[in-house]
């Protein structure tokens, strides 16, 4: 597949299926969380991870969920014992309950990939009507501002009323 210069980095990683750096860290985390639950190994992955025990029988007893320790620090929240069962847990049921390793991988790149493209839309949209407001914002209030510097280049008003009136309105 040829780039060209001009072209969007965004619309190649969509038209390659590669995800960002921050998402490619969760897949690896999630990955590494499934090898160690289903295989046991490495071992030491193993003991860090322990599955949520309730003590009340519900309908989400059998999801397997994970139990998130506790931490003090910030940098606590980014060790594989807190992350990897915070990501783990918000999977949904049918990413988590896959059989193999494969099929696992295969639903979880086509999970994060959705829900990284769905974040891109909303956000693309949500800037796209801000900057239709701003630009209704600058037509309507253009003609005031001319009014103002008029009023102040004939001293007529206070300078810093101004510049007060562009930081508030602006």
């Known amino acids: 597949m040829y780039a060209y210069r001009s072209s969007s980095s965004t619309e190649l990683l969509k038209q390659l299926h590669w995800l960002p750096i921050e998402w490619r860290i969760r897949f690896k985390l999630?990955?590494?969380?499934?090898?160690?639950?289903h295989?046991?190994?490495p071992p030491y992955l193993t003991d860090l991870l322990q599955y949520h025990k309730s003590s009340v029988s519900t309908r989400s007893s059998a999801s397997q969920l994970l139990a998130i320790p506790r931490h003090n620090l910030?940098?606590?929240s980014r060790s594989f014992r807190v992350s990897a069962p915070r990501i783990w847990n918000s999977l949904t049921p049918h990413i988590r309950q896959c059989q193999t390793l494969a099929t696992f991988r295969c639903h979880l790149k086509?999970?994060?990939?959705l829900r990284l493209w769905r974040f891109i839309n909303h956000l693309l949209t949500y800037l796209l009507m801000i900057s239709?407001?701003?630009?209704?914002?600058?037509?309507w209030f253009a003609p005031l501002f001319r009014i103002l510097e008029i009023f102040q280049v004939f001293g007529a008003l206070d300078p810093t009323a101004v510049t007060r009136w562009h930081t508030t309105v602006g």
């Open 74 to 76: 910030s940098f606590g």
């Open 39 to 41: 295989t046991g190994h």
């Open 132 to 139: 239709v407001h701003i630009k209704l914002v600058c037509f």
């Open 110 to 113: 086509t999970h994060y990939f």
């Open 30 to 37: 999630d990955s590494s969380t499934y090898k160690a639950l």
